[in-house]
């Protein structure tokens, strides 16, 4: 009975980014070296049984940087995640509850906005306001991900708006923040769930794509963006570690993220059809 429930589940998804988390939270219990310190004795070490994942150019412990750095790029995901989710569900609210002419100037201005390739449009923001911090970057990578997320929530809200206690609500002077709080998001939290989930993924690849082109968090903030920032030099030296072992923690997470995202997809679709 209990096979039949998790059918169809992403338990090992699940499982796995669990760990990757648990891992990245007790980071200092689990590792044997300093991530910051630089071991002049063994740069460029291959993986060997004092250095689990080797070290790179600078001689820092990769095995180190993996759950350090993967604070970062985790927290990086789920800020930029966050702030996707208020801009996103605030902007889609107002669109959907408004007239049609503002309804219309709004959802041009996204669809605007969304026909800009992200990658250019976050490389004109880091040009402007450099990332200097987790913050900083989770903001820039959250500016340009919201617009799917605000066309799916106006949509949602203008089958709800004329809604008996929506119009209720309104009538007897309920402010907008309190009938989005109240009445409009409860109804289509779930349908959003797994943009949500699947932006934590796409702030994670932003910032390990902009940490590669050399724009991301600098060196001395650990990130797995920041370890596959040293991609070409390792091409050059051969030092495979170097890239494989940032990248196959950064691909596995965003395998398990996209999972989890598309199953939630899959439910919302389900109990849809259903009724």
Not at 48 to 65: M, N, V
Not at 207 to 226: A, Q
Request: hydrophobic share 50%.
């Amino acid at each position: 009975m209990v096979v039949q429930r998790d059918k169809g589940k992403p338990i090992v998804s699940i499982i796995i980014l669990g760990i990757i988390i648990i891992c990245c939270i007790f980071a200092p219990f689990i590792t044997n070296h300093d991530p910051s310190q630089y071991y002049l004795d063994a740069l460029n070490r291959a993986p060997d049984t004092e250095y689990l994942f080797g070290t790179d150019s600078l001689g820092r412990d990769l095995f180190s940087i993996m759950f350090f750095g993967g604070r970062t790029s985790i927290m990086i995901g789920v800020l930029g995640a966050a702030i996707i989710t208020v801009i996103g569900v605030i902007y889609g609210c107002i669109s959907g509850i408004s007239g049609d002419k503002v309804d219309s100037v709004m959802m041009r201005f996204v669809e605007l906005c969304g026909s800009i390739p992200s990658i250019l449009m976050t490389l004109i923001l880091t040009a402007i306001f450099p990332a200097k911090d987790v913050f900083s970057m989770s903001v820039i990578v959250a500016i340009t991900g919201w617009f799917a997320l605000a066309r799916i929530v106006r949509s949602e809200v203008r089958q709800i708006r004329n809604s008996e206690y929506v119009l209720y609500a309104r009538s007897i002077g309920g402010s907008f923040l309190y009938v989005m709080r109240r009445h409009l998001i409860p109804n289509f939290l779930s349908a959003i769930m797994f943009v949500v989930v699947s932006s934590i993924g796409a702030c994670i690849t932003a910032e390990s794509t902009l940490s590669f082109l050399g724009l991301g968090l600098p060196l001395d903030i650990l990130s797995w963006g920041s370890m596959l920032s040293l991609a070409n030099k390792a091409l050059i030296m051969n030092t495979w570690w170097v890239i494989l072992i940032p990248g196959l923690f950064l691909v596995i997470t965003l395998i398990c993220i996209t999972n989890i995202g598309n199953h939630l997809r899959k439910e919302v679709n389900r109990k849809s059809s259903n009724l």
